[in-house]
């Protein structure tokens, strides 16, 4: 398997693939401990096994019992292939449709190993975001969209490749299901338990839709955050000499420390892993280490008198770094942090998610597998000790939000104290979350994390759509905008003016940028037509973020900001999936968890090949439409003002657009007094 040829082969069973040995030249995903019983046990491997002839069972299932004993699950690491993982250009796929190429590229660059946290064991980001569950999963895909013809359907159960399905050329090649659990079900011993029986998997948001471009999405996320949270919490457009105090270097929290330069402030983050902190400096992402605490608060102090712009890795636990600026503002009186929040993997606290502070990153790794009661106890410790120190900083004029993480509901159910006065719906909390204080309002003008990634593999591609989008965005200006989208069109074209200098491809020639409904739908188009004009050398793909206006039910993130009881409600995203299907998407995917975890969020995406055909526009105006306009029109009905202005603008643009809206109680006491008799 040293060819794309070969990976599209489907599985190698003639001879079999050579044993791979464990490569400690990557890191890997933490062992799982699914607690199976000795009949489970039997039942993942004979379900492992079904993937091939009885013939090689006789070979095949003493080692994919060692591999589930050793690591938790099956991962089938003989038939990782050898060849480079990475996004080909598009042309090099062996395939019948540019559709499925398309499809292919973006798969590969999710087990890119500059992009992939632990591309062995196929998770892309988060500690346990899958794109497959084992690399027979992924061979036969890869060979099923190589024999794709655009009246078939891939039909994909969780990882596993169900088939290719009869369909017609308007249909989605590709539909992807995650994690769809029973609900009394979807709890994180059962995930467990039915990852290592192979039946199904947790795909983060882009890492099983195959649609993660690698940190920059992340970078861009962090940076609007942090610049809107200083414009909202300290008054300022220029954030020179304020520091943004954090925890995180990993998969999506890697991005952090770019965010913080793009921002223009002091980006200090903690990370417990070695391999994950060098790996950002490498990147050129980090641009200073540190494990000395001594040393880090010095650096802070200095880059604070001189106003640099930088970031520091402490090669440490967050939780010493928080308790050690509190012991500084004790000693000194010196607020060290302006701005704080956390991106470790708080959704899988328990398994690599987050390191408790009283071991050490090695003996963690070993407790979290021998002795998962004494880790969690330690977690729960650790987020209760970190709570009172951003506690105590807070009290003293720091600002803290919570980054959809999941951290502020561990540490609730830690018993940290993180409980908000008053709340009667269980999904507030002391510190906001970053979608109730910053994104929400931008989330509900319809603006949310537009992506593009450039088929071809060319650089020059992908400049020239930094060029085409930046004209696009300014035009829009011209003709008028709301005063209320004005700020977000022109962050967003700073941000592509500057995207080429801060170096932010990562695996594919892709960028991402916040974007209405009116600039989504206008850029896809441009793009399109630049496809079709031969300016661009290959199809552009368009997708988005699952963590968008429309895309995403998660109470404690995305819909956090809705306050009329419906935020533990999902039609939204499933709508959004539903809709998306067939309206034009090349494809589509709806998983259970992402950002807060399992059971917490239900979540969707899609990709749209623009191949410069006159089809693939109409399809992007179509289902771009809807994409955005279906969370606007929801968000409206939870009473948001900027949604309903959006939605009527929407409205008045499009005839056949016609919303239900809400008429608010124009007096509060009236309800009261309703009840009284």
């Not at 992340?218 to 220029?238: E, F, P, S, W």
Request: hydrophobic content about 35%; some cysteine.
């Amino acid at each position: 398997m040293s060819s794309l040829k070969d990976v599209c082969s489907g599985l190698p069973l003639d001879p079999l693939p050579p044993q791979r040995d464990h490569d400690d030249s990557v890191p890997h995903a933490p062992v799982r401990t699914p607690h199976l019983t000795p009949e489970e046990e039997r039942l993942a491997l004979q379900n492992a096994l079904r993937y091939f002839p009885p013939e090689l069972h006789g070979v095949l299932a003493p080692e994919f019992a060692q591999e589930l004993r050793d690591y938790g699950h099956i991962y089938m690491y003989r038939f990782r292939p050898q060849c480079e993982m990475r996004a080909y250009p598009i042309d090099e796929y062996p395939a019948r449709t540019r559709q499925a190429a398309a499809l292919m590229h973006m798969i590969m660059n999710n087990l890119d190993h500059r992009v992939a946290q632990f591309p062995h064991e196929l998770v892309t980001y988060g500690g346990n975001g899958q794109v497959f569950g084992n690399w027979a999963q992924f061979l036969l895909t890869m060979q099923y969209l190589s024999e794709m013809t655009e009246d078939q359907t891939l039909v994909m159960y969780s990882g596993h490749p169900a088939g290719l399905f009869p369909s017609h050329s308007g249909a989605p090649r590709v539909v992807i299901t995650n994690g769809m659990v029973v609900p009394n079900y979807s709890s994180r011993e059962e995930y467990e338990k039915m990852f290592a029986l192979g039946v199904t998997m947790y795909g983060q948001m882009t890492a099983g839709s195959y649609c993660y471009i690698g940190p920059q999405g992340i970078v861009h996320g962090t940076t609007i955050t942090v610049m809107n949270a200083g414009r909202k919490y300290l008054g300022l457009n220029d954030l020179a000499g304020k520091v943004f105090v954090t925890s995180g270097l990993g998969g999506m929290s890697g991005a952090q420390a770019k965010a913080a330069v793009v921002a223009g402030c002091i980006g200090v983050i903690a990370e417990v892993s070695e391999d994950a902190l060098v790996k950002r400096h490498k990147q050129g992402w980090l641009m200073e280490t540190t494990s000395n605490l001594d040393e880090c608060m010095n650096m802070i102090r200095r880059y604070k008198r001189e106003k640099k712009t930088t970031s520091i890795g402490y090669l440490g636990n967050a939780v010493d770094l928080w308790e050690r600026l509190v012991q500084e503002y004790d000693s000194t009186g010196e607020l060290l942090a302006d701005l704080g929040s956390d991106q470790t993997s708080c959704h899988n606290p328990y398994g690599g998610g987050y390191y408790p502070v009283q071991l050490m990153f090695t003996e963690a790794n070993e407790v979290m597998h021998s002795d998962p009661l004494r880790f969690k106890n330690l977690v729960q410790e650790s987020l209760r000790r970190q709570i009172t120190a951003i506690n105590k900083l807070s009290e003293r004029g720091m600002f803290f939000w919570d980054y959809g993480n999941a951290f502020l509901l561990e540490c609730k159910r830690a018993g940290a104290d993180v409980s908000k006065e008053g709340d009667t719906l269980g999904t507030r909390f002391r510190y906001p979350s970053y979608v109730q204080d910053i994104m929400g309002d931008i989330f509900s003008l319809g603006f949310g994390p537009f992506r593009w990634v450039c088929t071809s593999g060319n650089p020059s591609d992908l400049a020239t759509t930094d060029e085409i989008a930046t004209s696009v965005l300014e035009d829009i200006i011209n003709k008028g905008v709301p005063e209320s989208a004005k700020q977000q069109f022109q962050d967003n074209i700073r941000w592509i003016k500057e995207a080429g200098i801060h170096k932010m491809v990562v695996g594919s020639q892709a960028r991402i940028l916040y974007a209405d409904r009116v600039g989504r739908i206008a850029i896809a188009t441009a793009f399109n037509q630049a496809v079709a004009d031969g300016k661009l050398q290959g199809p552009v793909v368009i997708s988005r973020d699952h963590h968008d206006v429309s895309g995403t039910d998660s109470p404690f993130r995305e819909t956090s900001n809705i306050y009329d009881g419906s935020a533990f409600c999902a039609d939204m995203a499933v709508q959004n999936f539903v809709g998306d299907s067939f309206r034009g998407a090349t494809w589509v995917a709806l998983h259970n968890g992402g950002g807060c975890g399992w059971g917490e969020v239900i979540n969707g995406g899609f990709g749209l090949v623009l191949d410069g055909s006159e089809d693939a526009g109409e399809r992007a105006k179509m289902m771009l439409q809807w994409d955005v306009s279906n969370g606007v029109a929801r968000r409206s009905w939870c009473g948001n003002q900027n949604a309903k202005e959006a939605i009527c603008r929407a409205m008045d643009q499009n005839s056949k657009l016609k919303v239900t809206m809400p008429h608010a109680v124009e007096d509060d006491t009236l309800l009261e007094r309703a009840f009284r008799n």
